[in-house]
């Protein structure tokens, strides 16, 4: 066999199929070829796409298409047998089995090094699980499609897929299947037996998603990975404070970049082939708080965690056992692996202040409640992202975030004052009885937030009229600045091995701190930037462009789907020069494969 077509048909761990090679256009031109002559069939459309997708699947994650193709068996015959259950009873047992079989895939491949290291710290014994288990792509996504598939199904609002190449197709649409948007049944199933259509106007705003993918992919996210926030994180001792905060923050562009690049590419392929996915983004860092923040960022995953984890756990209505079990298991476990006293005070001043509030204020017990409910929530959507504390600790700052914005939020002004410039002065004085770099990063970031709280209300009680637009800049320069901090411990956590993950990312994410938290040498930074200065304009030209207005995008997006087809052409030609440009010579994965 031709070496060509060995490369065409056989998986190759060092070079998997993805959205920005070239190998995947001419993929995807061979599907639409093929899609052309069989579109108004709909079961052959289906049929042919679900075996495509298969493929594709095969071309990025090899011999783990069989995870992929038990998955979608087990749901399948699960959600039939659920839905002919007589009794009660009956669907429960299935629903468990089924989403117990979901589940055990992948705690398996993405939880056994995690599980392992808890339990060889909490006993001191050695766990030993065989040398080495890869993580299949996408076992997060097409997991939980599964579950929400089945838990909709229980709850009866909508009935079971009858044909298995459908729901086949369903579960592994290959343009959303490695990295979602996480498609619910009930916005996609419908789709199936629907007749293709794809409008002239429809085709263009297709071919822009692709590209606006593309661009935000290649250049707002691998270039300055590659060049600059790589490198830092990989040695963060070796560069100065000034330069691990500017890679920091450039993280915060490169992940979204590199994320919602996928979700538009993923959203123009799929409308091209004539299927509509949910949008997954709506400019998140234009969020003026933690929860607002939620609300706009991986959209579907935060759906997804609210109707299938949040509300079952009581949700803003009550605390159920789950509620307390999970956060009091977190809270233990920490405790037992840092064997630090401090943590175990900690832990308990805070269960004891909220048992006190809810025995002497009653009508408080409903607050508490659901903002347990919302810690928990955090703290499993964090596991879910990675099989390491620093994931955990990273989704416990969100849902902290949510929960200070909650209490902050209905304060008056003048108590803001007073409780902003005490917490400032006790971070100051802790740097200095204290030394730590997290200390000095707290005061400095509380400092300036004082100032801003104390201007703010000095001007409002002198009968100065709010400025709307300055409250807004300083409420989303806030949040972006929380944000960012908290995506540390992501970054640290992410590209890593799970056998590995756990202690490398915890001294990723120390070592930087401690850079970012110490001496500066400010007479560096004019130099610094010449060195980056390339680097330092694209951030700067990222966050610009995501800061325009909805109402502009969308008119130049209908400007570019509205040009005639030889002007269009001409347009997508001359970005992809410009593109190809900036491929780097090592092709960078999606960030979001590994989840």
Same mark, same amino acid.
């Given at each position: 066999?031709?070496?060509?077509?060995?490369?065409?048909?056989?998986?190759?761990?060092?070079?998997?199929?993805?959205?920005?090679?070239?190998?995947?256009?001419?993929?995807?031109?061979?599907?639409? /070829?093929?899609? *052309?002559?069989?579109?108004?069939?709909?079961?052959?459309?289906?049929?042919?796409?679900?075996?495509? *997708?298969?493929?594709?699947?095969?071309?990025?994650?090899?011999?783990?298409?069989?995870?992929? %193709?038990?998955?979608? +068996?087990?749901?399948?015959?699960?959600? #039939?047998?659920?839905?002919?259950?007589?009794?009660?009873? #009956?669907?429960?047992?299935?629903?468990?089995?089924?989403? %117990?079989?979901?589940? *055990?895939? #992948? /705690?398996?491949?993405?939880?056994?090094?995690?599980?392992?290291?808890?339990?060889?710290?909490? =006993?001191?014994?050695?766990?030993?699980?065989?040398?080495?288990?890869?993580?299949?792509?996408?076992? *997060?996504?097409?997991?939980?499609? /599964?579950?929400?598939?089945?838990?909709?199904?229980?709850?009866?609002?909508?009935?079971?897929?009858?044909?298995?190449?459908?729901?086949?197709?369903?579960?592994?649409?290959?343009?959303?299947? +490695?990295?979602?948007?996480? +498609?619910?049944?009930?916005?996609?199933?419908?789709?199936?037996?629907?007749?293709? =259509?794809?409008?002239?106007?429809?085709?263009?705003?297709?071919?822009?998603?692709?590209?606006?993918?593309?661009?935000?992919?290649?250049?707002?996210?691998?270039?300055?990975?590659?060049?600059?926030?790589?490198? +830092?994180?990989?040695?963060?001792?070796?560069?100065?404070?000034?330069?691990? %905060?500017?890679?920091?923050?450039?993280? =915060?562009?490169?992940?979204?970049?590199?994320?919602?690049?996928?979700t538009d590419i993923a959203i123009g392929v799929a409308l091209m082939m004539g299927f509509y996915l949910p949008k997954n983004f709506n400019a998140p860092y234009k969020a003026q708080n933690a929860p607002n923040f939620w609300k706009r960022w991986h959209i579907s995953l935060s759906r997804w965690l609210q109707d299938y984890l949040y509300i079952p756990m009581g949700g803003n209505r009550h605390a159920t056992f789950a509620s307390y079990a999970v956060i009091i298991g977190m809270g233990v476990v920490a405790m037992m692996l840092t064997r630090n006293v401090w943590v175990a005070i900690i832990l308990m001043l805070i269960a004891a202040v909220c048992a006190i509030c809810m025995l002497v204020r009653p009508d408080w017990k409903r607050a508490i409640t659901t903002n347990i409910n919302a810690t928990n929530t955090m703290l499993l959507g964090g596991l879910w992202h990675g099989a390491s504390w620093n994931f955990v600790i990273w989704g416990g700052l969100n849902g902290l975030g949510m929960i200070i914005y909650k209490l902050w939020h209905p304060l008056r002004r003048w108590t803001r004052v007073v409780i902003i410039t005490l917490l400032a002065s006790l971070t100051y004085y802790a740097s200095i009885t204290i030394p730590h770099p997290l200390w000095n990063i707290a005061y400095i970031w509380l400092g300036i937030t004082m100032i801003g709280t104390i201007i703010s209300s000095i001007w409002r009680t002198c009968g100065g009229e709010e400025v709307l637009w300055s409250r807004r800049a300083w409420n989303i320069a806030q949040t972006f600045v929380f944000i960012t901090f908290t995506r540390l411990f992501f970054r640290a956590g992410s590209n890593l091995n799970p056998e590995q993950a756990n202690e490398q990312a915890w001294y990723t994410a120390t070592s930087m701190i401690e850079q970012i938290g110490g001496h500066w040498q400010t007479q560096l930074i004019p130099a610094i930037l010449a060195q980056h200065i390339g680097i330092v304009y694209l951030i700067i030209m990222g966050m610009i462009i995501h800061w325009i207005g909805d109402r502009t995008k969308r008119r130049y997006r209908i400007v570019f789907a509205s040009m005639p087809l030889g002007v269009m052409a001409i347009v997508v030609v001359v970005i992809v020069l410009i593109l190809y440009q900036f491929v780097t010579t090592d092709m960078q994965k999606f960030i979001y494969f590994q989840f």
């Open positions: 066999m031709p070496q060509w077509i060995s490369n065409i048909l056989y998986f190759n761990e060092a070079q998997p199929l993805l959205f920005t090679q070239g190998e995947f256009w001419l993929f995807l031109m061979v599907v639409m /070829c093929f899609l *052309s002559m069989i579109h108004h069939r709909i079961a052959a459309r289906n049929a042919f796409l679900f075996g495509m *997708s298969i493929f594709f699947y095969y071309k990025t994650s090899g011999i783990f298409t069989l995870a992929l %193709l038990s998955a979608i +068996v087990v749901s399948y015959v699960f959600g #039939l047998l659920m839905h002919n259950a007589k009794s009660v009873s #009956l669907k429960k047992t299935w629903l468990t089995i089924g989403i %117990l079989y979901a589940l *055990s895939l #992948l /705690c398996y491949f993405k939880y056994a090094y995690f599980f392992a290291d808890v339990f060889t710290q909490l =006993s001191g014994n050695e766990f030993t699980i065989v040398e080495q288990i890869l993580l299949p792509v996408g076992i *997060s996504f097409y997991t939980f499609q /599964c579950i929400s598939y089945l838990m909709d199904i229980y709850r009866q609002k909508i009935e079971p897929v009858r044909s298995i190449l459908d729901f086949g197709f369903y579960v592994s649409f290959f343009p959303q299947l +490695v990295a979602g948007p996480i +498609v619910r049944a009930s916005d996609f199933v419908q789709q199936l037996q629907r007749p293709f =259509s794809l409008s002239r106007r429809w085709f263009g705003i297709a071919v822009f998603w692709i590209l606006n993918g593309l661009i935000k992919k290649i250049i707002l996210s691998d270039y300055i990975a590659v060049n600059f926030i790589d490198r +830092v994180f990989a040695n963060p001792t070796l560069y100065d404070g000034f330069e691990n %905060l500017l890679a920091l923050f450039g993280y =915060s562009l490169q992940v979204y970049a590199d994320f919602s690049g996928y």
